[in-house]
């Protein structure tokens, strides 16, 4: 089965900072993979994801994901937080019909 | 264009009493997935519905819980019996065909509490 992992459960940056949100992958054949937020007491809302192409995929809210083969990562990032991006981070891979989610990070954008 | 829909937004009932979750898709999506979400955990996978199948259930526990996508109307989760540990956050999902499009878009969610 396909999985992803978020090694970190809680991120703390400040206000200005870039930030970085951090995601594993194990898959067999090519991986689609995705980022998703979760607003408090809200649905996930999606971000990016990377099917093919560029490793460099932008997305909503100037949030960006590097696809690293070579260490099957696919980080979340963006270079100047602000304090609205504090919300719950959900990396995800595509499971023949499904998405499997990882354990989610929470990201605190300090002022 | 109306998104995911899901009723009610929050539910409290007894333990041994029965929940029903329901969830509209969004117009032109016939493919539906339910996920829970429970306190500082991530979402689970539960069940993958087209119109009138279950295609993927291996997330749904084997007792209690059921799921439906009729024809006409909305999709139901229905858990018979809750206990405590029912208590979450279920979250509908639909797409049109995930393979060809590779995005979820998600309902606000059904907080649950059983008492």
């Known amino acids: 089965a396909q999985s992803v992992a978020q090694p970190e459960d809680q991120v703390n940056v400040a206000e200005g900072n870039p930030l970085t949100v951090k995601c594993t992958y194990s898959?067999?054949?090519?991986?689609?993979l995705f980022w998703y937020v979760q607003y408090p007491n809200r649905g996930l809302q999606f971000l990016l994801k990377y099917i093919t192409g560029d490793n460099l995929v932008k997305g909503s809210y100037g949030f960006e994901a590097e696809f690293n083969k070579s260490q099957t990562s696919f980080h979340l990032k963006k270079p100047s937080a602000l304090v609205s991006d504090s919300a719950l981070y959900f990396c995800a891979v595509r499971d023949i019909e499904k998405l499997t989610f990882g354990t989610g990070t929470r990201l605190t954008i300090i002022p | 264009n109306a998104g995911v829909m899901q009723n009610p937004r929050h539910l409290v009932r007894r333990r041994g009493q029965e929940a029903r979750l329901r969830c509209s898709p969004m117009k032109g999506h016939s493919h539906v997935y339910w996920y829970r979400q429970l306190p500082e955990e991530g979402l689970k996978f539960m069940v993958y519905l087209q119109k009138e199948n279950i295609i993927d259930e291996s997330g749904m526990p084997k007792e209690r819980f059921s799921a439906e996508f009729p024809k006409e109307g909305p999709s139901i989760l229905r858990i018979q019996q809750v206990v405590r540990g029912d208590s979450a956050a279920y979250f509908c999902?639909?797409?049109?065909?995930?393979?060809?499009?590779?995005?979820?878009?998600f309902g606000e969610g059904s907080r649950l509490t059983v008492l």
């Open positions: 898959v067999s054949g090519n991986p689609y």
């Open positions: 999902a639909s797409s049109q065909r995930l393979a060809n499009t590779g995005e979820l878009f």
